[in-house]
């Protein structure tokens, strides 16, 4: 978030493209703006973030309904995501030896 003020305005607000360049690569023909957008030469705009935002929302939302409603699924989604996701940490450092030593949890 800006420290100026008056603050940049976000991606999504009335004058969003007014926001401080933070990264220009004219070679590349894109700037990123401080409000996350991407400004590219031929003046159309990417706002990752703001979809990124409503994707972690919706899941987050998801989710609370899930645990809701399937509480039992819900523990299995997270148990999984907790598992793939340290199958990418070990992955990413080179302990697959490690990985293979350790049973894997519910799984026979």
Known sequence: MCQHQPRCPQSWEPGGLAARIVADQPEQGWSLLRN???????????????????????????????????????????????ELAFQAVACRSGSRIARAAAPMSGRQ
């Open 36 to 82: 996350d957008a991407v400004l590219f030469e031929d003046e159309s705009v990417a706002i990752a973030s703001v979809a990124a935002r409503r994707a972690r929302e919706n899941r987050d939302y998801v989710r609370t309904l899930l645990a809701r409603k399937q509480p039992e699924f819900a523990r299995a989604l997270i148990s999984a995501e907790q």
